[in-house]
């Protein structure tokens, strides 16, 4: 069975793609695009450094940076490349507030759109206690190759009691210049506590916010206010269109349902959004929503494990099953194998907007922790289409998470050190 064809996937006829290119054409939504490539190769890695642990590469806005790359280290430490040369000194280094273990530590980074005049980002990381914070820094207002360590300022804390796994981890910046956060569900195996399905808990879910803060209540003239009576402020804002806004459940969840949501990105022309979840040990999933189609979002977690029933016991209602799904390579006798490609830790990439890649091009790029292979597919609500190889690996092996920086110029980071560039 060819790799394009081994999944039981409802998968989407290429003439359906045609037909959607060509509707997006007839609309003048997607006049400038080219074609989406036939996922045949047509990219070669070029590597751009080695770093201890890597688990996420990120660029910043503004002109002024764009000579700059980041590179986030588990340990705690942030690398800046300046035209492609490491710095002397870390961008950051919180290592002594960082719980470097297993699936702990420092997790991915985030700077603020408007980083050019605020000088803010945002970092995820597990801290001493075992617990996960997203926590804000400020540039140095003297270099741009230096944080101000001592800006710290705690924007959202995850209480993850009792298990060191499942910390999810990434932090993505999407419409609106929102934050989107998704942790894990809180480790364990099947998890115990039901949290993924417990609209009062921010476990197994996507969060979405406004990383600013926020004053509460009305503004006053400032001539009116005593000395010392700063209006106070919360750590950050909510959006009004999130889904439990107004409604019983915790008004930051975006979606939920969700096991362990390592990698989740969005779309740079399309808007949607593709999340790799870490599955039990039976199926690796990739759920994918066209624009706004997360919203509220029940991905089905832990009644189901990809399209497989996982409990029986437990209801996901309106569950929206995974796009994509593959074996875990250390199922039990009691999984159903699917047959084909087959990995551990399922890890979400980008859909290539990069216009020199034609090949890939409007196509989901994915791998897996524990294979070496880049495959790709055509992503859409209803299914998946020409999934399949790319026919080029990461030489180093593991590979940890993709990034995307301007231009939409890709990136695939190997937890053994090396990063590596997506060039034509």
Same mark, same amino acid.
């Given at each position: 069975?060819?790799?394009?064809?081994?999944?039981?996937?409802?998968?989407?006829?290429?003439?359906?793609?045609?037909?959607?290119?060509?509707?997006?054409?007839?609309?003048?939504?997607?006049?400038?695009?080219?074609?989406?490539?036939?996922?045949?190769?047509?990219?070669?890695?070029?590597?751009?450094?080695?770093?201890?642990?890597?688990?996420?590469?990120?660029?910043?806005?503004?002109?002024?940076?764009?000579?700059?790359?980041?590179?986030?280290?588990?340990?705690?430490?942030?690398?800046?490349?300046?035209?492609?040369?490491?710095?002397?000194?870390?961008?950051?280094?919180?290592?002594?507030?960082?719980?470097?273990?297993?699936?702990?530590?420092?997790?991915?980074?985030?700077?603020?759109?408007?980083?050019?005049?605020?000088?803010?980002?945002?970092?995820?990381?597990?801290?001493?206690?075992?617990?996960?914070?997203?926590?804000?820094?400020?540039?140095?207002?003297?270099?741009?190759?230096?944080?101000?360590?001592?800006?710290?300022?705690?924007?959202?804390?995850?209480?993850?009691?009792?298990?060191?796994?499942?910390?999810?981890?990434?932090?993505?910046?999407?419409?609106?210049?929102?934050?989107? /956060? =998704?942790? %894990? #569900?809180? &480790?364990? +195996?099947?998890?115990?506590?039901? !949290?993924?399905?417990? $609209?009062?808990?921010?476990? @197994?879910?996507?969060?979405?916010?406004?990383?600013?803060?926020?004053?509460?209540?009305?503004?006053?003239?400032?001539?009116?206010?005593?000395?010392?009576?700063?209006?106070?402020?919360?750590?950050?804002?909510?959006?009004?269109?999130?889904?439990?806004?107004?409604?019983?459940?915790?008004?930051?969840?975006?979606?939920?349902?969700?096991?362990?949501?390592?990698?989740?990105?969005?779309?740079?022309?399309?808007?949607? /959004? =593709?999340? %790799? #979840?870490? &599955?039990? +040990?039976?199926?690796?999933?990739? !759920?994918?929503?066209? $624009?706004?189609?997360?919203? @509220?979002?029940?991905?089905?977690?832990?009644?189901?494990?990809?399209?497989?029933?996982?409990?029986?016991?437990?209801?996901?209602?309106?569950?929206?099953?995974?796009?994509?799904?593959?074996?875990?390579?250390?199922?039990?006798?009691?999984?159903?194998?699917?047959?084909?490609?087959?990995?551990?830790?399922?890890?979400?990439?980008?859909?290539?907007?990069?216009?020199?890649?034609?090949?890939?091009?409007?196509?989901?790029?994915?791998?897996?922790?524990?294979?070496?292979?880049?495959?790709?597919?055509?992503?859409?609500?209803?299914?998946?289409?020409?999934?399949?190889?790319?026919?080029?690996?990461?030489?180093?092996?593991?590979?940890?998470?993709?990034?995307?920086?301007?231009?939409?110029?890709?990136?695939?980071?190997?937890?053994?050190?090396?990063?590596?560039?997506?060039?034509?």
């Amino acid at each position: 069975m060819s790799d394009a064809t081994f999944l039981r996937a409802r998968r989407v006829p290429l003439a359906l793609v045609a037909l959607a290119t060509v509707l997006g054409l007839m609309a003048g939504t997607a006049s400038a695009l080219p074609p989406v490539g036939d996922g045949d190769g047509g990219f070669r890695l070029t590597q751009v450094g080695s770093f201890t642990e890597p688990t996420h590469v990120v660029d910043a806005p503004g002109k002024k940076n764009r000579k700059l790359l980041f590179v986030v280290e588990q340990s705690g430490r942030v690398i800046v490349l300046r035209n492609g040369v490491p710095q002397p000194q870390p961008f950051l280094d919180i290592s002594d507030r960082v719980l470097n273990a297993g699936e702990q530590g420092m997790l991915s980074a985030a700077f603020h759109p408007r980083y050019e005049k605020n000088r803010r980002f945002y970092v995820y990381f597990t801290d001493a206690q075992g617990d996960n914070e997203v926590v804000e820094f400020k540039r140095s207002k003297r270099s741009r190759v230096r944080a101000n360590a001592s800006s710290a300022r705690l924007v959202l804390h995850l209480p993850h009691p009792t298990f060191g796994n499942h910390n999810g981890g990434q932090l993505q910046f999407g419409p609106k210049r929102l934050l989107y /956060i =998704a942790p %894990g #569900d809180g &480790g364990a +195996g099947g998890d115990p506590p039901n !949290n993924a399905q417990n $609209p009062e808990s921010l476990l @197994g879910k996507i969060l979405r916010i406004d990383p600013l803060p926020q004053r509460k209540g009305k503004k006053r003239k400032r001539k009116k206010r005593s000395a010392g009576a700063a209006a106070a402020v919360k750590p950050y804002g909510i959006p009004r269109g999130n889904p439990f806004v107004g409604a019983p459940g915790r008004d930051e969840i975006f979606s939920l349902g969700l096991r362990n949501p390592y990698r989740f990105t969005f779309d740079a022309v399309g808007g949607g /959004i =593709a999340v %790799g #979840d870490v &599955g039990q +040990g039976c199926r690796e999933e990739i !759920n994918y929503r066209g $624009p706004g189609g997360a919203r @509220g979002a029940n991905f089905g977690w832990s009644a189901f494990e990809g399209t497989r029933l996982f409990s029986a016991s437990r209801s996901a209602p309106g569950a929206i099953f995974p796009i994509l799904e593959y074996d875990n390579e250390n199922a039990d006798a009691g999984c159903p194998p699917l047959g084909g490609f087959s990995g551990s830790s399922v890890i979400a990439g980008y859909v290539a907007r990069d216009q020199r890649l034609a090949h890939q091009y409007g196509r989901l790029l994915y791998a897996d922790f524990s294979s070496d292979q880049i495959r790709s597919l055509i992503p859409s609500e209803s299914g998946v289409a020409d999934d399949q190889a790319t026919g080029v690996s990461v030489p180093a092996g593991q590979p940890d998470s993709f990034g995307q920086t301007r231009g939409n110029v890709l990136w695939v980071v190997s937890h053994n050190g090396p990063i590596y560039r997506l060039d034509p």
